[in-house]
C-alpha cells in the first residue's frame, strides 16, 4: 500500500469514528434529558392526582362528617376522581386497593396479605396488564415497550382513610424515543455524507503535501536511468526539502565520480589505442620481412642479414615496449618499498651505469652532489628507473659535446602547509559561512626538500607540448625518438614514479637551450 | 611491365621491407619519408602509383592526399590506424585501396597489382616462356596454339604470372582468386594447380613447395 494511502486511510478511519462517537454520545445525552423531563412531567402529574384522591377523601369525610369512611365510599369517591381524568387521554391510571403485610420479600418486593383488587382503570384500553407493576416499590418509574409504543409507568401507594389504594399512572412516551431513533438516523446519515466530503478533501490534502515526495522519486528515477544532470527541485524548507538537498548531494557526487571514471576509461582507451599503433609499427616491419624471407625463391646471404637484423632490431623495439609498460604496470599497481637511503650512495650506484652509456653516445655527465650527508626516503630500485629514464631522454634530445647533469641538492621551500587539505577546507565550507578567517587553516612554514634534477643541453621542448610530454605516447619528434627505440613511455613512467613517491614532476625548457626535469623528495633524517 | 613506386613512409625499417617487397614484385621505387617532399616528388609525375602512410611528420597522408592536386596518380593508403572511419575518409577522398598494418608482402604485392590494373598502367599481355596471356580477352596461347581455360583457372594463372619466383600459399591462393577469406577447401586450389600443369604443361615450373604451398619459377629448376 502507498504512503498516501496509509495517510488516507488511517485519518479517515480516526475522522469517522471520533465524530460518530461524539455526535452518539450527545444525541444519547439529549435523549437521557427527554425522558429525564418526561418521568419529572409525569411524577408531577402523578404527585397531583394522589393529592386530589387524598383531598377528595378528606372532603367527603368533612362533608359526611365520619372519621372514617367505608371500603365502598372510599372506593366510589376514589373511582368518581378518576372518571374525571378520562378527558385526557395521556394519562392512564390504574388503581387498586392492597393490603400489606408491611414486609418486603428478599428481592425488596413489597408483600401483600392477599391479592390486590383492580378498583378502577381509565383510559387503559386492551392492555390492562399493570399488575405486575404492584410489586415495584413506590414513585419508581417504570419504561416498557408494549405493541411498538413505549410507556412510562409511575407507581404509589396512597393511603385513603386508612386503606391502602395502589396507584398506578402511564403516559405515552412514544414520541421521545421515536424523536431518538428518527435523529439517530439522521445523525447516520449527516456521517456518512460528512466522511465522504472529509475523504474527498482528504484526498486532495494528502495528495498535495505528498507531491514534492512524488516529484522526487520521479527525479530519482530519472537519475537512476542515467540523466546524471537532473537535479531535483528544493522548496520551502519541510521534511522533503531536505531529503531533495541529500538527494542533489548524492546525485552530485555520483555525477563527479562517473565523470572522473570516464575520464579514466577515455585515457586507457587514448592509451590503449596509442599502444596498438605503437606495436603495430614495428610488427609490420617483422611481418613484413619474415614474410619476404619465407616466400622469396632465391635470397642472396647479404639480403638475408639485412632483413633478419631488422627483424632483431624491431623484435627488441616490441620487448623494450613491453618492458617499459610492465614498470609502468608496476609503478601504478604495486606498493612501493621505501627506504632511507643516503643521496651520495645513490648517486654513485646509479654513475656507475650510467657513465658508459652516456660516453658512448659522445656525451658527458657531470655528477653535482651537496658537501654534507643528505637522506631520502625512497624506493631505490623505481628511483634508478627515474634517473636511468631522464638521462635516457636527455641523451635523445643532446648531440655529441653536450653536457648532461645529474644534481641532487638540498632545497627549503616555504610552503602553505598541506596545500590540498586547505583547498578541500575551502571547497567543503563552500556555501556555509564562514566564521574562522582562511589564515587560521593555512600554516605557513619551512619544509625541507632534496631536490633530484636531471640537465641538458639538448633541443628543448616548446612551451605548448611542455603539458603534453608526460602522456603515454607522446613523442615530440617520432622519428628522432624511433632511432633510439623509444616508445614514448619514459617520461610517462618518470610521472608515474614521481607520483608513487607522493610529488611529481617539474620540467623547465627553453627551446634550443635545453631540458631541466626534477622531483623534490621530502627530506629525511639519517640514522646515523 | 614494371610500374615506379613512390613508397611515403617515415619508418625506416617499415620503408626498406616495402622496398625489398616491391623489387620482389619487380617494381621499381623511391622512398620519402615526409609528407612536404612526398607532395612535391607527387607532383613530378614519374610514379604510376603511391603508396601513402597517413602518420607522417610535418603533413599527414591524409592532407598530402588534398594537396597532391589533380594528378591521376593512383594511391594506396597505408596504416596502423585500421578503424573504420579512417578507412571511409581515405576511399572517400578518392584512394585506390587501403592497407592495413601490418601486412604480407604477397597481399600487397596483389593490391598494388589489382590497383594498376584497374588504371590501366599494368600491360594487358602477359607472357611466361611460351605461354601467352590476353588479360582483356581472356585468351590463353601454348606455342601459339589456343588452351581453353576455366575462369577460375585464367585468374589463377594471371596471379602465378604476377607472382613469379614467390610463393604462394594456398589460403593466399583461395583468398586473392576465389576471394574466400577463410582457409577452408584448399583441395579446390590443388585441383586447379593440376587442371593448369596438366593444360600448359607447366609440370617443371609449377612446383609444390612443401608445407607452404605453390610457386611459379623463372626458369626450370636447376
Known amino acids: 500500500?502507498?504512503?498516501?494511502?496509509?495517510?488516507?486511510?488511517?485519518?479517515?478511519?480516526?475522522?469517522?469514528?471520533?465524530?460518530?462517537?461524539?455526535s452518539l454520545a450527545l444525541l444519547t445525552n439529549n435523549h437521557h434529558l427527554a425522558i429525564e423531563r418526561e418521568q419529572q412531567n409525569a411524577l408531577a402529574r402523578h404527585n397531583y392526582l394522589d393529592l386530589e384522591l387524598r383531598s377528595s377523601i378528606i372532603f367527603t369525610q368533612l362533608m359526611e362528617r365520619k372519621m372514617h369512611l367505608t371500603e365502598d365510599d372510599t372506593q366510589r369517591v376514589a373511582s368518581s376522581v378518576l372518571e374525571r381524568q378520562q378527558d385526557d387521554p395521556s394519562m392512564r391510571i390504574s388503581l387498586y386497593q392492597v393490603f400489606p403485610t408491611g414486609q418486603q420479600s428478599a428481592e425488596g418486593d413489597i408483600v401483600y396479605l392477599r391479592l390486590p383488587v383492580l378498583i378502577m382503570s381509565v383510559n387503559q384500553g386492551s392492555n390492562a396488564s399493570t399488575t405486575n407493576l404492584l410489586y415495584e416499590p413506590d414513585f419508581s418509574s417504570v419504561i416498557e415497550e408494549v405493541g411498538g409504543m413505549t410507556y412510562l409507568y409511575i407507581v404509589s401507594t396512597v393511603l385513603l382513610s386508612d386503606q391502602h389504594f395502589r396507584l398506578i399512572t402511564s403516559f405515552d412516551i412514544s414520541t421521545t424515543y421515536e424523536?431518538?431513533?428518527?435523529?439517530?438516523?439522521?445523525?447516520?446519515?449527516?456521517?456518512?455524507?460528512?466522511?465522504?466530503?472529509?475523504?474527498?478533501?482528504?484526498?486532495?490534502?494528502?495528495?498535495?503535501?505528498?507531491?514534492?515526495?512524488?516529484?522526487?522519486?520521479g527525479t530519482t528515477r530519472l537519475i537512476a536511468s542515467g540523466d546524471l544532470e537532473k537535479r531535483a527541485k528544493v522548496k520551502g524548507n519541510d521534511e522533503v526539502a531536505a531529503v531533495a538537498r541529500?538527494?542533489?548531494?548524492?546525485a552530485d557526487s555520483i555525477e563527479s565520480n562517473v565523470k572522473s571514471l570516464e575520464e579514466l576509461a577515455e585515457s586507457r582507451r587514448v592509451f590503449i589505442s596509442n599502444l596498438a599503433h605503437?606495436?603495430?609499427?614495428?610488427?609490420?616491419?617483422?611481418?613484413?620481412?619474415?614474410?619476404?624471407?619465407?616466400v622469396k625463391r632465391d635470397v642472396s646471404d647479404e639480403e638475408r642479414v639485412e632483413y633478419a637484423s631488422v627483424i632483431v632490431s624491431e623484435t627488441k623495439r616490441l620487448q623494450e615496449l613491453s618492458g617499459k609498460l610492465m614498470e609502468l604496470l608496476f609503478?601504478?599497481?604495486?606498493?612501493?618499498?621505501?627506504?632511507t637511503v643516503e643521496v651520495h650512495e645513490f648517486a654513485s650506484e646509479l654513475a656507475s651505469v650510467l657513465k658508459p652509456i652516456v660516453t658512448s653516445h659522445s656525451l658527458d655527465l657531470v655528477i653535482e652532489l651537496p658537501d654534507e650527508p643528505l637522506y631520502i626516503k625512497i624506493d631505490k630500485e623505481l628511483m634508478k628507473s627515474f634517473v636511468f629514464n631522464l638521462v635516457n631522454n636527455s641523451i635523445k634530445a643532446s648531440s655529441p659535446g653536450d653536457v648532461i647533469r645529474f644534481i641532487i641538492e638540498p632545497t627549503n621551500l616555504s610552503i602553505q602547509a598541506s596545500l590540498d587539505n586547505a583547498g578541500e577546507d575551502l571547497e567543503a565550507r563552500g556555501d556555509t559561512a564562514t566564521n574562522t578567517p582562511l589564515v587560521d587553516q593555512t600554516f605557513v612554514g619551512q619544509m625541507e626538500f632534496v631536490k633530484i634534477t636531471v640537465v641538458d643541453e639538448g633541443i628543448g621542448i616548446p612551451a605548448d607540448e611542455i603539458p603534453l610530454i608526460v602522456e603515454p605516447f607522446y613523442m615530440l619528434d617520432k622519428a628522432r625518438t624511433r632511432k633510439h627505440g623509444g616508445a614514448g613511455l619514459g617520461l610517462a613512467l618518470c610521472a608515474e614514479i614521481a607520483q608513487a613517491h607522493n610529488s611529481e614532476l617539474v620540467i623547465k625548457s627553453v627551446q634550443g637551450r635545453g631540458t631541466a626535469v626534477s622531483v623534490l623528495l621530502s627530506r629525511e633524517e639519517g640514522d646515523g | 611491365m614494371s610500374a615506379h613506386i613512390l613508397v611515403v613512409e617515415d619508418d625506416e625499417n617499415i620503408a626498406r621491407?616495402?622496398?625489398?617487397?616491391?623489387?620482389?614484385?619487380?617494381?621499381?621505387?623511391?622512398?620519402?619519408?615526409?609528407?612536404?617532399?612526398?607532395?612535391?616528388?607527387?607532383?613530378?609525375?614519374k610514379y604510376d602509383l603511391v603508396l601513402l602512410d597517413i602518420m607522417l611528420p610535418k603533413l599527414d597522408g591524409f592532407q598530402v592526399f588534398e594537396s597532391k592536386g589533380d594528378t591521376t596518380t593512383p594511391v594506396i593508403f597505408l596504416t596502423a590506424m585500421g578503424d573504420v572511419p579512417n578507412k571511409v575518409k581515405g576511399l572517400r577522398m578518392g584512394a585506390e585501396d587501403y592497407i592495413v598494418k601490418p601486412f604480407e608482402a604477397?597481399?600487397?604485392?596483389a593490391r598494388i597489382e589489382v590497383a594498376l590494373r584497374r588504371t590501366h598502367k599494368k600491360s594487358k599481355t602477359l607472357g611466361y616462356q611460351n605461354i601467352v596471356i590476353e588479360t582483356e580477352k581472356h585468351e590463353v596461347t601454348l606455342d601459339g596454339q589456343p588452351v581453353i581455360l576455366t575462369p577460375k583457372e585464367f585468374d589463377l594463372l594471371v596471379f602465378f604470372v604476377n607472382n613469379i619466383d614467390i610463393a604462394l600459399t594456398r589460403e593466399q591462393l583461395l583468398s586473392q582468386v576465389w576471394g574466400y577469406s577463410f582457409s577452408g577447401e584448399t583441395r579446390t586450389v590443388d585441383t586447379h594447380i593440376?587442371?593448369?600443369?596438366?593444360?600448359?604443361?607447366?609440370?617443371?615450373s609449377l612446383v609444390t613447395i612443401a608445407r607452404l604451398g605453390y610457386r611459379l619459377e623463372s626458369q626450370r629448376s636447376r
Not at chain 1, 541529500?246 to 548524492?250: D, G, I, Q
Not at chain 1, 605503437?278 to 619465407?294: C, V, Y
Not at chain 1, 609503478?331 to 627506504?339: E, I, K, R, W, Y
Open chain 2, 194 to 204: 593440376q587442371q593448369l600443369r596438366k593444360k600448359l604443361n607447366l609440370h617443371g
Open chain 2, 106 to 109: 604477397v597481399e600487397l604485392l
Open chain 1, 1 to 22: 500500500m502507498k504512503l498516501w494511502q496509509k495517510i488516507f486511510l488511517l485519518t479517515l478511519t480516526l475522522v469517522i469514528i471520533v465524530v460518530n462517537a461524539s
Open chain 1, 331 to 339: 609503478v601504478g599497481n604495486l606498493q612501493t618499498t621505501p627506504t
Open chain 1, 278 to 294: 605503437e606495436m603495430k609499427t614495428p610488427l609490420t616491419s617483422i611481418l613484413g620481412f619474415a614474410d619476404i624471407l619465407r
Open chain 2, 17 to 45: 621491407m616495402i622496398e625489398a617487397a616491391l623489387t620482389i614484385g619487380g617494381y621499381t621505387s623511391r622512398i620519402c619519408q615526409d609528407g612536404l617532399s612526398a607532395v612535391s616528388e607527387i607532383g613530378s609525375g
Open chain 1, 246 to 250: 541529500s538527494l542533489n548531494t548524492m
Open chain 1, 179 to 217: 424523536l431518538f431513533r428518527v435523529d439517530f438516523n439522521q445523525v447516520r446519515f449527516i456521517g456518512v455524507i460528512s466522511a465522504l466530503i472529509v475523504s474527498g478533501m482528504l484526498l486532495l490534502l494528502v495528495r498535495g503535501l505528498l507531491s514534492p515526495l512524488r516529484n522526487l522519486s
